[in-house]
């Protein structure tokens, strides 16, 4: 009887231990992607937006912690998708909540809230690089390999919401609706990129990297979520989207058509279809192992 107690307390330790795993990485992921939206700032997870830097790294640091410490104690990673594409849902609804905060206070620096969807994108896509990198290093598991492939389901399809108010809230309601016109700037490298290379400003650089992680985050969700046409969906409609939005701004005299916009939206694209290519869909594929890579940087 003593035998079969130990074995009972040793199974609820064991199953609640997984139960506080499974609280810990939602909660971890919410804070860190919401962190808090900027004009609640007496929220208890607030932080204050002249502590961007700590926002950024705590958008990096937390979710690969808590996704790599989730995994070790579950061994799941159908779950770490799901609830990070739940959390996806419940950010969305705050960013577009926020969005309509910063327009009843008429708060005049709205690019703040653009900077909470970079935290936000930092957050989940870090999620989505633990997993792929703890499938690469486990090819050879075939199950753990069909589990990534049921998991980038999962976060595509979260991903979606995300994708569609960022895009929403960066191209309509900032950019061209929310900010006086300024004159266009049709010399490459002469622009945003130019006064970040002579201030330095952190504002500057957490733009400029938002115009490219959006882009390489749009295309990845596009590429995860079609099947044909992928030139298309990678390339040609970002590019285009880009391209059309800058000419929109300097025909209706609206906003902040900059050439610099659609060189980062470009590269972002780019390496979108990259990583994508050669990384998650040969991994999903079986195609890329951890030996494999580790040959090939031994060379």
Sequence with gaps: MLGVSRVSTTKNTVLGIKKFSNILFTLAIFFSSCQFLYNYNHFLLSLYFRYSWLKLLLALIVPIAVTVIHYLINHDLIYIADRTASVMIVFSILFVLDGINLRHFDMTD?????????????????????????????????????????????????????????????????????????PPNLIPFNGEMSEFAKSGELELLIRDAGNVLFFTALVIVLLGITKRCKFFWGICLPVAISISMEFYQYFFKCGDPDIDDVILNTVGAI???????????KIKENELCWESLEQWMWR
């Excluded at 792929?132 to 998991?151: G, P, V």
């Excluded at 390496?271 to 998650?280: D, H, P, R, S, T």
């Design 110 to 182: 709205r690019s703040r809230s653009l900077h909470q969807l970079i935290f936000g994108l930092e957050t989940f896509f870090s999620v989505l690089a633990v997993i792929t990198l703890i499938t690469l290093i486990r090819q050879k598991d075939r199950e753990l390999n069909n589990h990534y492939a049921e998991s980038l389901k999962a976060f595509f399809s979260g991903s979606i919401p995300v994708m569609v108010i960022g895009f929403a809230k960066i191209y309509f309601s900032s950019r061209i609706y929310g900010i006086v016109y300024n």
């Design 271 to 281: 390496l979108g279809c990259v990583i994508y290519k050669f990384i998650i869909e």
